[in-house]
């Protein structure tokens, strides 16, 4: 079992987003995507305020993190470049803990509950990384046409196999590893091992139609 004082809380934000320009900190719901972020992990009763860390490289998120209570992680320019190399686009990796959790920004409508339950999971599990998944009932084909999913024998699918994809919402793992420029493990059973979240937890905000669309859907959540 690991301990919550040896895992650090990174919420990691850029203001040059191509799709949608300073996306971070544009108007949204009376607030902003940086900063809705930030709430959940300090609104959290499970995770200490002193292990929550914001990686920044642009002064107007810092300036912003600076109003919560909080630490700031400033990366250098590098880690901010187009680098695949975990260890230097996390470079938060220097920070003294062992494991870290790593809270896509993006993603106004994820719970704290979510948030903490995946935390509790992570603390409890026995292995080195934790990827949050979604479980899907459906049919898929690879690049080649070739069916991936077993076909049983009829279009329904409450008959298929579940398959797991990626719901880029919350990412836990080693230190060390990404030190080694290892981000969540080789991929092989359990390195990650997949924590299922609900799909509607993890709209994702990336194009200009969902930035509209999730303002919406986050003050409907709000009112219930």
Known sequence: MKKISDVAFIIQARLDSKRIPEKMIRPFAGSNLFEIAIQKLVDSKLIPNSNIFTALYDPEL?????????NIFLRDE???????????????????YKHFISV??????LSVDTIDSFTNYF????????????DTKNFYWDSEGEMITPYPGTMNTNLVDTTYSAAHALYAG????????????????????LF??????????????????????YENRKRL
């Open 62 to 70: 810092q300036s912003i993190a600076e109003n919560y209570p909080i």
């Open 78 to 96: 590098k880690s901010v470049s187009e680098s695949q190399r975990p260890s230097v686009v996390s470079s938060w990796h220097k920070l003294p």
């Open 104 to 109: 896509n920004s993006c993603l106004p409508l």
């Open 123 to 134: 603390i409890r599990s026995r292995h080195k990384s934790l990827f949050a998944v979604h």
């Open 174 to 193: 080693s230190m060390d590893d990404i030190a080694n420029d290892i981000y969540l493990g080789d991929f092989s059973p359990n390195y990650p091992e």
């Open 196 to 217: 299922i979240v609900e799909e509607q937890e993890t709209f994702d905000i990336d194009f200009e139609w969902q930035f509209k669309m999730g303002e919406v859907l």
